[in-house]
C-alpha cells in the first residue's frame, strides 16, 4: 500500500489535535487470531487476498511497529482489554476447558469502562478468559455474547471440511467421553459440537445485527471481534473453499477479509462511518508449527535463532519479534488522516488508555497501566516496551528504540518439529532491527552505559510490579466445569429441541428453533433476541447418535 509517513513524536491518532470535550464514537475492534504480519496486503503487496484490509488501511493509519501484549492467545487478549502485562493480571497462559480461574474479576477491561459510560457493549469470537460464570463475558462488562469459549482447537468441531496439521480435530463416533467446542449465545450453548464452516457467517450476522439496532436507537457501542481465524483447525463457508487458488490458509484470509469488508459496508452504508473507529489487529505471530496451513511474519523471521540453534520457531508463543509483531489498522475517517503510516513503537496495551482519552473518561489510579494513549507517543527512543513469555512467567525480551533485546529465549517447535528450548545468555542479545529486521546478527561492541541502562529498565519493571497492585489466578483445571450442553452425551451433543426464540439451526431445509439466554439479555435492559433473529447456524448432522 502507498502511503506517507507520519514522524512518530507527532499526534499519531490526529483524534486528539483538537480537544475540547470528549466524544463517544462508537468503536469496533477487529482482531483476528495467528494472523502474521505478512498476512495482509498492506504489510505485503505480493499477498493480494485482502482488499477489504487494504481499502481500510486506506481510509486510515497504519502502524508497522505494532505489538500484541503477548505472543500467545490468553494473555495477549487480557493485555488488550486491561491495558495491563501479564505480569500484573497475573494471565500468563492460556485457559482452556477444564479451567477454573480466569481473567481475574479485579482485573477491569475496556468493556467494563465504556458500559459506564453508557455505551452497549458487544463480543462476537472468542473470548478465552474463562469459562465459568464468574469469569464469563457478560461478568467482565459485555452486555452480550456470542462466540467460542476457547480456542478452536481445545475440542473437537463438525466434520466439514476442516484442516489442521498433525491431529485431526473433527468429532468421530466417541467411545467415551469426548470434549467438543461450543458455541454459546450469551451464557447458553447454542451448538455443540460448533459447525466452524459457518461460523464467520453467522458472525457477520450477528456483528451487523448488534450495529445496526444501537445506530437505530442512536447508542454509542462498542463491538469487540475477535475472530477464530486463521487459528487451525481452519474452515470456511464453501464460497471460499479453494478460491484462492493457492492453499487453504490463503482461503481463510479471504474469508476473514470478507468479514471486514461486511462490517465495513454496514457502517457506510448506516452512514455513521464518521462516527465509527475500526480497529484491525491479531492476537499474536503466525504458528509456525502448523507448517501451511500457518501464515507469514516475514521479515521478522528470527534468522540467528535458525542459523544458531538449527531451528526452531520464531513465531508464535516466542518472543522473537516475528512472535508479537503483527498488523495494526485504525480508522475513523475526518480523525485520522487517511492512507497514513507510523513507525512508532506501539502496543495492544495501548488501546484502552488511547479510548479512555477519546471517550474522556479517567482510569482507575490504584494500579499500573503498561499502555499509553496512542495519541501521545514520543520518540521511539523513549518508550521501552517488555515482551512476556508464555512459559516462564518472566519479561526475558524487551524493544527500546530500534533495539529488541533478548536476556533469554525460548524455542517453540517449528514445521519440522525442531525446537530448542529455554536459552539464557551471559550478556543479553542484542538486534538492531532498524538494519536487521530479521534478527541475523548480535551487536557487538556496545558500551557498557547501554547495558546499564537496560539493566536500570529491566530493574525498574521490576519494581514496579512487585510494588503495585497485581492480581492473582488459580491455574488448577476440573473436569466439572467442561462447558457441554447434555451430559447424557458423549459427544456434548446438543439436540435442537429446546424453544425459546427465533433463532434456528437448519439442516436440511427443516427448521429447529434452539435455546438462547434472551431472559437473561432482556433483564440487562439490552435487545439480543432481535439481534439473534438474524443469525442461521447451519448444522452438519453427522452419523454419530445424538
Known amino acids: 500500500m502507498s502511503g506517507h509517513f507520519r514522524s512518530p513524536y507527532l499526534l499519531l491518532f ?43 488501511a486506506n481510509v486510515g493509519m497504519r502502524f508497522t511497529d505494532y505489538h500484541s ?26 485457559f482452556g476447558p477444564r479451567s477454573i480461574g480466569g481473567l ?7 468493556a467494563h469502562f465504556l458500559k459506564k459510560e453508557g455505551y452497549a457493549t458487544g463480543i462476537v469470537g472468542k473470548w478465552h478468559l474463562g469459562i465459568t460464570e464468574k469469569f464469563h463475558p457478560l461478568s467482565h462488562g459485555f452486555d452480550t455474547y456470542f462466540g467460542l469459549p476457547f480456542s478452536n482447537d481445545m475440542g473437537c468441531v ?11 480435530s473433527v468429532c468421530g463416533e466417541p467411545t467415551a ?70 492453499g487453504h490458509f490463503e482461503d481463510t484470509l479471504m474469508e ?52 544458531t540453534f538449527g531451528g526452531g520457531s520464531t513465531g508464535k508463543m516466542t518472543t522473537w519479534e516475528g512472535g508479537h509483531r503483527v498488523p495494526f489498522i485504525a480508522s475513523w475517517p475526518g480523525k485520522i488522516e487517511s492512507g497514513t503510516v507510523s513507525n512508532a513503537l ?10 479512555a482519552q477519546i471517550v474522556g473518561f479517567s482510569l482507575p489510579t490504584d494500579r499500573v497501566f503498561d499502555g499509553v494513549p496512542l495519541s501521545f507517543l514520543q520518540p521511539p527512543s523513549s518508550r521501552v516496551l517488555f515482551i512476556p513469555d508464555t512459559d516462564l512467567q518472566e519479561l526475558w525480551a524487551m524493544r527500546w528504540n530500534s533495539y529488541k533485546i533478548y536476556f533469554a529465549t525460548n524455542s517453540k517447535p517449528d514445521c519440522n518439529g525442531a525446537e530448542t528450548g529455554f536459552v539464557l545468555y551471559d550478556s543479553p542479545l542484542v538486534f538492531d532491527l532498524s538494519v536487521d529486521p530479521a534478527e541475523s546478527t548480535p551487536l557487538t561492541n556496545l558500551t557498557v552505559d547501554f547495558y546499564q541502562t537496560v539493566d536500570n529498565f529491566r530493574n525498574d519493571i521490576h519494581k514496579s510490579i512487585e510494588g503495585t497492585f497485581k492480581s492473582t489466578v488459580d491455574w488448577s483445571g476440573n473436569g466439572n466445569v467442561v462447558p457441554c450442553c447434555d451430559s447424557h ?7 435442537s429441541s429446546k424453544v425459546v426464540d427465533p433463532l434456528f439451526f437448519i439442516d436440511n431445509g427443516d427448521e429447529y428453533p434452539v435455546h438462547t439466554s434472551s431472559d437473561e439479555a432482556r433483564s440487562s435492559g439490552n435487545k439480543y433476541s432481535n439481534i439473534l433473529s438474524n443469525v442461521i447456524l447451519i448444522v452438519v448432522i453427522s452419523t454419530a447418535t445424538f
Open 14 to 56: 490526529l483524534i486528539c489535535l483538537h480537544y475540547v470535550s470528549s466524544e463517544t464514537p462508537n468503536i469496533i475492534l477487529i482482531m483476528a487470531d495467528d494472523l502474521g504480519y505478512a498476512d495482509i496486503t498492506p504489510n505485503n503487496p505480493s499477498n493480494p487476498f485482502t482488499p477489504n484490509i487494504t481499502r481500510l
Open 69 to 94: 501484549a503477548s505472543p500467545v492467545c490468553t494473555p495477549s487478549r487480557a493485555g488488550l482489554l486491561t491495558g495491563r502485562l501479564a505480569q500484573r493480571t497475573g494471565v500468563f497462559h492460556n
Open 104 to 110: 481475574p474479576e479485579k482485573e477491569k477491561t475496556i
Open 158 to 168: 463438525t466434520d466439514g471440511p476442516v484442516y489442521n496439521v498433525k491431529i485431526s
Open 177 to 246: 467421553r469426548t470434549n467438543s467446542v461450543p458455541l454459546y449465545a450469551n451464557r447458553e450453548i447454542v451448538q455443540q459440537p460448533a459447525n466452524l464452516n459457518q461460523l464467520t457467517n453467522n458472525y457477520v450476522a450477528f456483528s451487523k445485527g448488534f450495529i445496526r439496532e444501537h445506530v437505530s436507537g442512536k447508542k454509542p457501542f462498542f463491538l469487540y471481534v475477535p475472530l477464530a481465524q486463521p487459528h487451525v483447525p481452519l474452515a470456511t463457508d464453501p464460497r471460499f473453499q479453494n478460491a484462492s487458488g493457492v
Open 256 to 307: 476473514i477479509d470478507h468479514f471486514v469488508g461486511e462490517i465495513l459496508d454496514t457502517v457506510y452504508d448506516l452512514g455513521v462511518s464518521k462516527e465509527t473507529l475500526v480497529i484491525f489487529t491479531s492476537d499474536n505471530g503466525p504458528w509456525e508449527y502448523k507448517c501451511e496451513l500457518s501464515g507469514s511474519h516475514f521479515p521478522f523471521v528470527g534468522e540467528y535463532q535458525r542459523a
Open 346 to 355: 506501539s502496543s495492544a496495551m495501548d488501546i484502552l488508555p488511547s479510548i
Open 489 to 495: 452425551n458423549k459427544r456434548c451433543a446438543c439436540k
